[in-house]
C-alpha cells in the first residue's frame, strides 16, 4: 500500500517525552466516532495513528497504538469484488478484548446491507 507524507511528531505521555512518526495523531482523527457510547470509557485511545492507502484498489488501513506502543485501533475499508465493500473498526478494551464494528456496503450505491458489533481475543487482520 502506498503512504502518505510522513511528519515527526512528539508527546508526553506523563513519563517521557517520545517522538512519533505517523500519518496523523490520535487526537486528529475521530478514532471513536463509530464507537458505541456504553463502550466508549472501556476503549484505549491511540496516541498516533499509520494510514495506509491502495488508490487503485480504494482500499485504506488505519492502525492506532496507545503510549505503550502497542496496538489499540483498527479499521479496514476495502472494496470486496463489484458486489459490496467491507468497513471494519475495532477497538481495544481495557480488558484485553478487542470490540469489532463492522459495516458491509452494497455497491455500486453504497447502501448499508448490514452491520453488526463482535468480540476478539486478537486483532482483526
Known amino acids: 500500500m502506498s503512504r502518505g507524507p ?7 505521555d506523563g513519563r517521557v517525552r517520545r517522538s512519533k512518526r505517523s500519518n496523523h495523531l490520535g487526537g486528529d482523527v475521530a ?3 463509530r464507537l458505541a457510547p456504553a463502550w466508549r470509557h472501556l476503549a484505549i485511545g ?6 495506509n492507502r491502495d488508490a487503485n484498489v480504494g ?14 485501533f483498527c479499521r479496514h475499508r ?9 468497513d471494519l473498526t475495532a477497538w481495544r478494551l481495557r480488558d484485553g478484548r478487542w470490540l469489532i464494528h ?3 456496503s452494497l455497491a455500486p450505491n453504497g447502501r448499508t446491507a448490514y452491520e453488526f458489533h463482535t468480540f476478539s481475543e486478537r486483532m482483526p487482520r
Open 78 to 86: 476495502f472494496p470486496v469484488g463489484d458486489t459490496h465493500r467491507e
Open 102 to 104: 463492522r459495516v458491509i
Open 6 to 12: 510522513l511528519y515527526i511528531s512528539e508527546y508526553n
Open 59 to 72: 482500499a485504506e488501513r488505519w492502525l492506532g497504538f496507545d503510549e505503550e506502543d502497542q496496538p489499540c
Open 46 to 51: 491511540p496516541i498516533w495513528i499509520e494510514v
Open 31 to 33: 478514532w471513536d466516532l
